[in-house]
Each structure stands twice: as C-alpha cells, then as structure tokens.
C-alpha cells in the first residue's frame, strides 16, 4: 500500500483540494481518496456539457451524495469554441483550456487553491493534447505525477470497494469524430443515442465513430458473436437514429484508435 500512502500524504500536505469529478475509473478513486484523507476540504466539480454521457453526470452526482461529498456541477458549452467545433487535432486542448480555466474560477470563488485532476501516468503514451492545457493552467495531476498506470488505479479500487473498479472508459463523445472532420450537435446526439442502445443490450465496452452518416461500431472481440445475435434490432436502431450504414470494426475495441495514425 505505499503508493497509496504517497498520493494521500502528497493530498495531505495541500490541505485543501477541488477535484475535477467525471465518475470515471481515476477521478472517483482519486476523489475518494482526497476524500478519506481530508475528509470535508475535499470537494469536486463536474462539468455538464453535450459531448458528455448523461449517465456520467448521474453517476457522479449518485457518488457524491453517497460520500457527503461536496458537489459543483458546472455547465460548459464547447460549441462556443471554434476550434472544436472545427476538429483539428488540438482540439482536445482548446476545449480541455476552456473547461480548466472556469474550474479555476469557480475554484477562486469558492476558496480552493489547488485544483486536482485524474490523468494517470499511462495517458503520457497516448496522443492527449489536452495535457498540455491542464499543466499551462498548473492543474495538479497526482496519479500521473506518482506514476499510477491504470491497472493499479483499478487495483486499489477494488480495494477502496469502489464499485468503478471495473468500469470501461467513457470519454467525450467528440473522441468518436475524426480529426478535421466538422464537429456539430447533430453528430455528438447520434453517437450518444447510438452507444446508449449498445448499452442498453448490454455491451460492456464500446464505441461508435461516426464516419459522415455511416456507424462503425468497435466492441470487443469475444462480444462479435453477440452483436450478430442482435444485429436486426441494431441496424433498425440505427438507423432510426439517422444513420445510413453499420460497419463493425474487425480489430475489435481500443482506446484511442482515431489516434492510431498520429502515433504510429
């Protein structure tokens, strides 16, 4: 448990902490974690926005009510930023500056120095431009700074009983849009809708990239024969929602893979 005593004696030592809150696997562990060490000085702030899962607005508000932690939700509109809605491959970082910078604000208002935020020391292997606004802005990232990888977050969550231990990741739905190609509300609602009906069978990790008015569904790989089983009432839903085409992606699911060809 040494790692875990470093990130809550590094918490220890701020004093007090506003914890940017998405009810993912590494802000719920990191929030309960600033929680159990400084107990009320800990509190967290969600951002609610349009490229955002519903459900994770409510989970995040379900866990804070749970651990009588002290809850901010902050409204955020990211089509008032051009260069999202343009969806270049800085995108990530004209939007995560806009969103760090009201956090700060609100953080002022409400007399919290020291902003914390739940990038892990894996998410530096990724391409994740939205890293650079976060340390312009001196948003504090322990996970990363301690060199948690994922797999030990998961661990101690497990730990901490926390039932996120096993979650998939839900990233902004603006992720599902390839780079330079124009970002609007319309795309971000069918994607939404589209993953909520995977999810709604019962998919455990998913995504749906949206390619003009085509769907390309990427699952993981022991989940084909499940999407085939129900493949009527997928393109039925589909394409109610708007969509003119289903593919599914054979190299199954991964993280990141609109990124794939930045990287390589």
């Known amino acids: ?34 929680r159990d060490t400084i107990g009320e000085n800990a509190c967290a702030i969600t951002i609610k926005a349009p490229t955002i899962p519903k459900k994770e607005l409510i989970e995040a508000k379900e866990f804070c009510n749970k651990n009588k932690i002290k809850h901010f939700i902050l ?6 930023i051009k260069e999202f809605i343009e969806n270049g491959k800085e995108r990530c970082y004209f939007c995560k500056r806009e969103i760090f910078k009201k956090i700060k604000e609100k953080a002022e208002i409400e007399g919290y120095k020291n902003i914390l935020e739940g990038s892990n020391f894996d998410d530096i292997k990724d391409y994740r431009p939205g890293l650079k606004a976060v340390d312009e802005l001196q948003i504090l990232s322990p996970l990363k700074i301690l060199e948690f990888s994922k797999n030990e977050i998961r661990n101690y969550s497990k730990i901490l009983n926390l039932k996120t231990f096993n979650k998939p990741s839900f990233p902004c739905l603006a992720s599902r849009i390839p780079y330079n190609e124009p970002i609007n509300k319309e795309k971000i609602l069918m994607v939404d809708r589209a993953e909520n009906i995977l999810y709604e069978i019962g998919f455990f990790q998913y995504r749906v990239r949206i390619l003009g008015k085509t769907a390309k569904i990427e699952i993981l790989a022991n989940d084909f024969q499940k999407l085939i089983n ?35």
């Open 1 to 34: 448990m040494d790692k875990l005593n470093e990130l809550k004696n590094y918490i220890k030592k701020l004093n007090k902490v506003m914890v940017a809150f998405s009810s993912g696997v590494d802000s719920t562990f990191l929030l309960k974690v600033a």
């Open 75 to 80: 409204d955020f509109d990211p089509f008032q």
């Open 230 to 264: 129900k493949k009527d009432e997928i393109l039925k839903s589909f394409f109610d929602i708007g969509f003119k085409d289903v593919l599914l992606d054979l190299k199954g699911y991964r993280q990141g893979s609109l990124n794939e060809d930045i990287m390589n």
